[in-house]
T-cell receptor, first 112, second 115 residues
Framework: DGGITQSPKYLFRKEGQNVTLSCEQN?????MYWYRQDPGQGLRLIYY???????QKGDIAEGYSVSREKKESFPLTVTSAQKNPTAFYLC???????????FGPGTRLTVT | GNSVTQMEGPVTLSEEAFLTINCTYT??????LFWYVQYPGEGLQLLLK?????DKGSNKGFEATYRKETTSFHLEKGSVQVSDSAVYFC??????????????FGKGTKLSVKP
């Protein structure tokens, strides 16, 4: 079955540690995205990538980094510079940038 | 720039009631419009979409019509079930409002359906 996988489902880290969230898709989509969702809030775009080896900052990129070395994979690193990293992180992909996006199941990150 | 405004929730209905969740948008040009649903603890699922004026998107008993004259894309369902309890997001892409082609989401409307 085609889809988007994110792992792990739950992640716990100590303050000051970097952590990398995985996102893989087998939909053969060119574009991939990372969003952050806080309780009771909408989605905020962190980074997006339209093609391999290229990505752009979204609305809240500070304290985050990404890479896009393969079409299928778009990992997100939450660095120690991110002031409030505890959140629900969603990865998505689309066949092209303006098309509908398909979402993974999300990773809930808790930093204490 | 482009934007999406949804009615604030939470919305609480009894089973078999009629549902309307209002969504209006601001955009120049001809954006595509979407409704997504998010069940607790899960990612978003595409519920329906419409890509041009007067298009009606439909899925699982939900419908929404792209109304350019009123810049609206209201979500409706004739008879809700407890299993429809979720958060619903309206979104748009395209047009000329500076979204850079990415989706712009509303803040979401939480629906609770009581038996």
């Amino acid at each position: 079955d085609g889809g988007i996988t994110q792992s792990p489902k739950y992640l716990f880290r100590k303050e000051g540690q970097n952590v990398t969230l995985s996102c893989e898709q087998n939909l053969n989509h060119d574009a991939m995205y990372w969003y952050r969702q806080d309780p009771g809030q909408g989605l905020r775009l962190i980074y997006y990538s339209q093609i391999v080896n290229d990505f752009q900052k979204g609305d809240i990129a500070e304290g985050y980094s990404v890479s896009r070395e393969k079409k299928e994979s778009f990992p997100l690193t939450v660095t120690s510079a991110q002031k409030n990293p505890t959140a629900f992180y969603l990865c998505a992909s689309s066949i092209k940038r303006e098309a509908e996006q398909y979402f993974g199941p999300g990773t809930r990150l808790t930093v204490t | 720039g482009n934007s999406v405004t949804q009615m604030e929730g939470p919305v609480t209905l009894s089973e078999e009631a009629f549902l309307t969740i209002n969504c209006t948008y601001t955009a120049t040009g001809y954006p595509s419009l979407f409704w997504y649903v998010q069940y607790p603890g899960e990612g978003l699922q595409l519920l329906l979409k419409a890509t041009k004026a007067d298009d009606k998107g439909s899925n699982k008993g939900f419908e929404a019509t792209y109304r350019k004259e009123t810049t609206s894309f209201h979500l409706e369902k004739g008879s809700v079930q407890v299993s429809d309890s979720a958060v619903y997001f309206c979104a748009l892409s395209g047009g000329y409002g500076g979204s850079q082609g990415n989706l712009i989401f509303g803040k979401g409307t939480k629906l609770s359906v009581k038996p």
